[in-house]
């Protein structure tokens, strides 16, 4: 009997932990961690994935913002919208939801996204600097397994890794994230020409492959730790009768269930650690995401303060090509400066708005007190 | 015995190929690809690499400029330096040798060269395209080995490939090569709980750890194909008799030699190829730095003639005295802006502060008149 490794419950812990800090931030900083999404279309799962991650903002205190665009908006438009979001000074986090349309160039999309606001961890930049072991914004799946299984005391130095799915957003980032934690990866794939000799001396499998009922019984070591980072919605007539009976209420109740990559029945009794799906690896995206997001507002504010004075410095001495270059740079930072202190301002006209009324609340206790003790 | 992979032959292949392009580029379009090195100190090994770098440039025909730096140079002055390269129209490429003395930001400095310059693949950004499998500068040693595998028709799709070593400059950027190339990689490094199970089932294996006499016969599989990336330099006193022998010469002329992490003399009949040490990968990689400059050259020329269009634009009729006043006008207005904001917080602060001392008063007005009405 494995041990289910609860994403729910883990994931609400960190989101506790986010709470407190937005609190503090406020408090101390008068800043408001804000995430920016995008999306475009009308997706029916992307809607569902969106919703729940301004939903999830909205339990740890961010402000967030969903800006819907048409299908059949073009690659610019929605640039010039990312344009905007990243100049605002109140978002912090811009995440794109993907799938994109296909007339639309994605790669283009997520590379306009400024790499300090990347909150996905899709830009290059970040990536790079995943490679590279440094301070970066990390894709939110590969950073929750790595955080599920830290806090699950599971330990990744020395262990060898298998990981089913090389893709950009899980595959490759986890294992750069495996190395980063002194584990031993092997990344398959769809051309691995044998999947079962990679996946059997796991010491720690993660699959992401997408294919339901693709990891068997046979094909997990005994002992093993099995993250399975697959969501599959199966209907009721394409499950068997084994899944019916299981997941009876979901079918009843929705005509559909959740599975993941690994035929969890059979493999859970070898695993000695296991993520379900639903309620594993799922839930710590999110949890993530909202991480990332406040680890970027945090980041943003603290580079703030000394920008300006640095890019004052830079104005002598420079040829005409390099002033033609830097000049939008310049000004532009100056005027986010402007917008700072304004948005400064503005928070302390509010304190002080309040402070009127506690005085005009205090001065009619003082009355009141007066009047009560004059009439004894 | 295994057919040794000539990295001589082929480097000069690539050469050549190299040559022909440089000599239509400098026909058609008037220009010769530049490289610049920056060397820092004394570091004698490095002093050879750069020598050896920039006679490779002269043989292909690309120009190339070597700065040479004091060991006691600041990281503000390598940063200067690169900032004058960026910027430098005959220069294409930029390379910094490694490694820099101690007391030098090496991520500051390799992150400061352009991406569009970095020529040995090493800025974030390049690594991070390189992981999206995007066009991007590759770092020359795993480009040499997955150039030097496909000019001897090896095929990568499915096969397993370990790679020993995990550093940012090979094992990383050579497992998402291998990935990019539909093989599957694993990656080992020192501690990976057991070496030999992962060697042992690899097609194909890339060893880049430095560590001489590390792969033994009895980790590699029958047949497979073994690329040494080592290259350790032994002395007479620190050779064993097998090795005084083989390499006698080298050792009457030069005191010592060179020999890779792979132990060549046993490990060789199993294998179907190998590269020797020295003469595999070592040349392998200037052929593909020069490939990079070339790539470079190519794609900033393209850029160019769009870019200087777009820039100029309303500018371009303005003297530089002319932008510069424009400029300081603007600026000036900037700050003087700031600085009206800052005076406006400044008041707003000075304001709180009153207000609050006016809320204690009140506050311990409304006390003592408690006190007062209670003791009535």
């Excluded at 908006?73 to 000074?89: A, G, H, S, W």
């Excluded at 020409?193 to 019984?217: N, R």
């Excluded at 986010?336 to 009324?357: F, M």
Aim: aromatic content about 4%; proline content about 4%.
């Amino acid at each position: 009997m494995a041990k289910l490794i609860d994403g729910d419950r883990i994931s609400e812990e960190i989101k506790d932990e986010i709470r407190k800090e937005v609190e503090r931030l406020k408090e101390e900083e008068g800043v408001v961690p804000g995430l920016a999404t995008i999306l475009v279309g009308e997706n029916p799962a992307s809607k569902v994935y969106v919703n729940r991650k301004h939903k999830a903002c909205e339990e740890v205190g961010f402000k967030s913002e969903q800006i819907k665009m048409d299908e059949s908006v073009t690659t610019d438009d929605i640039l010039l919208e990312i344009e905007r979001l990243n100049t605002r000074k109140d978002i912090h986090g811009i995440l794109v939801q993907l799938p994109l349309p296909k007339h639309i160039d994605r790669r283009k999309v997520l590379e306009a996204i400024s790499p300090d606001k990347d909150v996905d961890g899709f830009h290059p930049i970040n990536m790079g600097k995943l490679l590279a072991n440094n301070e970066a914004l990390v894709p939110a799946t590969p950073a929750g397994i790595v955080e599920m299984l830290k806090r699950e005391d599971i330990s990744l130095k020395g262990k060898d890794v298998t990981i089913v799915g090389h893709s950009e957003i899980v595959g490759k980032p986890c294992a750069l994230l495996m190395l980063n934690e002194w584990a031993t990866p092997t990344i398959c794939h769809i051309e691995t020409k044998d999947l079962k000799v990679h996946t059997l001396k796991a010491d720690i499998l993660i699959v992401a492959a997408g294919v339901p009922y693709l990891i068997k019984e046979d094909m997990v070591k005994e002992g093993a730790v099995v993250i399975d980072v697959g969501i599959n919605r199966i209907t009721k007539d394409q499950a068997n009768e084994e899944l019916l009976e299981w997941r009876k209420e979901d079918f009843e109740k929705k005509g559909a269930t959740l599975i993941g990559d690994v035929d969890f029945l059979r493999v859970e009794p070898k695993a000695s650690y296991i993520t379900p799906v639903p309620g594993g690896v799922g839930p710590m995206t999110i949890a993530m995401l909202l991480s990332n997001t406040l680890k970027a507002a945090k980041n943003i504010m603290r580079r703030e303060a000394s920008k300006v004075k640095e890019c004052y410095g830079e104005l002598k001495d420079m040829t005409k090509d390099e002033m033609i270059e830097n000049l939008d740079k310049m000004v532009g930072e100056l005027f986010d400066k402007i917008n700072v202190l304004q948005s400064e301002i503005d928070g302390l006209r509010r304190d002080i708005e309040e402070k009127e009324k506690t005085i005009k609340a205090l001065k009619s206790s003082v009355k009141s007190l007066d009047d009560k003790f004059e009439r004894v």
